[in-house]
């Protein structure tokens, strides 16, 4: 989007009914941005109003089609969540690069934080990657290499501070 040819369509009460607009905007093929949603982070140090308020912006050939939109949403019932969207979103969670990413996620966790349950979890999900042969992109296949490989290493020093451990009993 030209910055020259932006215009502001709506000012929203915070950067939820914001995102609400810019993707209603979305559905309806008008490219929106949200201007000033992160200055909710900064609450403490300004005073929130008119002037802070989270900003739709739109370009200048589609001002009249989005203002006609936020008019009818502003006009008609409370928003209501596309029930549809959510379930397309939990088929996704588990397709297979979401299970290799969080596989690699728990490996590369588990390096620190709770080895043993993190490490075997990650195994759990390349297992079930592996089982029910679900299909991973290139780009995500590196990420179970990784955490095959992470996984491998934290489990033999695992092993080998649990032999130390048993050899050096005796001595104790």
């Known amino acids: 989007m030209d910055n020259s040819q932006i215009v502001e369509v ?6 939820v009914e914001a995102h609400a607009i810019r993707n209603e905007l979305g559905h309806a093929e008008i490219e929106a941005r949200v201007v000033g949603d992160m200055l909710r982070w900064v609450a ?6 008119h002037h802070t308020a989270p900003r739709v912006w739109v370009r200048e050939e ?26 397309e979103d939990e088929a996704v969670t588990d397709s ?59 489990i033999t020093v695992l092993i080998v501070i649990g032999l130390a451990f048993y050899i050096a009993l005796p001595f104790l």
Not at 10 to 15: E, I, K, L, Q, T
Not at 44 to 49: A, I, N, S
Not at 125 to 154: E, H, M, Q, T, Y
Request: aromatic share 12%; proline share 6%; with cysteine.
């Open 96 to 154: 297979g690069d979401a299970i290799a990413s969080r596989a690699w996620r728990a490996a590369m966790l588990g390096i620190s934080f709770l080895p043993v349950l993190l490490s075997f979890y990650s195994i759990w999900l390349l297992a079930k990657l592996a089982r029910d042969r679900l299909p991973v992109s290139p780009a995500a296949n590196w990420r179970v290499n990784a955490a095959l490989f992470v996984n491998a290493c934290v």
């Open 44 to 49: 403490g140090e300004l005073p929130f109003g």
């Open 62 to 87: 589609d001002e009249e089609r989005a203002r006609e939109i936020i008019r009818r949403l502003s006009a008609g019932p409370p928003f209501q969540w596309d029930h549809t969207e959510q379930i």
């Open 10 to 15: 709506y000012a929203a009460r915070d950067a």
